[in-house]
């Protein structure tokens, strides 16, 4: 090979190590904390259950289900739950979901704080205390910016955090500590800094072929370091 090529080769390959230094150490870090913290953690599944099993059996619903329908524009499915001890019918229709006491068949009104929170406590799988419950018009990144819902959050050493639907009071959510550095070296990986979603952010595809041509120098230099080696013996 030319020793042109040799010499540019370790010129460029230390100025790339010198700019992709932070980020390469930034990619294995947080490839070791994610692949070290198992994703059931993550999602937080040993801190609460996003959903319990229905307590009630088909008689504890004597509400009738022509006039609940009848209220509900084209509607496409009914499901039974319930919300604490509530038996509540729940119909899915083409502009939205629309829940109905089982008892009365009239529309579920939506719950209070201290049932937010009772119903919050009733999904936890630890022991720990409500904290603070705050009604948010509309919720932070952690749930998706979405609008109309409660936090509730404990006091464990997690901060386990559990968001509801202000409505109906389901839980739309689990969140922690856990999910919170998961998510911090996720954003560091994928280098979105804002939405932390867009893993074909153009940051990210240009340090990638950045990264790729400090690895081709690499390999040159490799080459000329075994040349030298056969020429010394």
């Not at 996720?186 to 690895?215: G, K, Q």
């Amino acid at each position: 090979m030319n020793k042109r090529i040799f010499k540019h080769a370790r010129k460029l390959h230390k100025w790339l190590g010198y700019l992709l230094a932070l980020q390469i150490f930034a990619w294995l870090l947080g490839g070791l904390v994610m692949s070290a913290i198992p994703l059931e953690k993550v999602h937080g599944k040993h801190l609460a259950a996003r959903q319990l099993d229905n307590p009630f059996t088909q008689a504890d619903y004597p509400a009738s289900l022509d006039n609940i329908v009848s209220q509900v524009l084209r509607p496409q499915q009914i499901t039974y739950e319930h919300f604490l001890t509530t038996p509540i019918i729940t119909v899915h229709g083409q502009s939205g979901d629309y829940s109905f006491n089982g008892l009365t068949g009239r529309p579920f009104v939506a719950p209070t704080q201290s049932q937010i929170i009772a119903n919050a406590k009733a999904h936890l799988l630890i022991d720990a205390q409500a904290s603070q419950a705050v009604k948010l018009s509309t919720g932070p990144r952690e749930v998706g910016y979405k609008k109309n819902i409660w936090q509730v959050t404990f006091d464990d050493s997690f901060s386990t955090t559990l968001y509801l639907h202000a409505d109906s009071g389901k839980v739309i959510t689990v969140r922690s500590t856990i999910w919170r550095i998961f998510d911090f070296f996720w954003m560091l990986h994928i280098m979105d800094y804002d939405e932390r979603e867009d893993f074909n952010n153009p940051l990210l595809i240009s340090f990638s072929a950045t990264s790729v041509l400090f690895c081709i120098t690499g390999i040159i230099l490799l080459l000329q370091n075994i040349r030298l080696r056969r020429r010394t013996r």
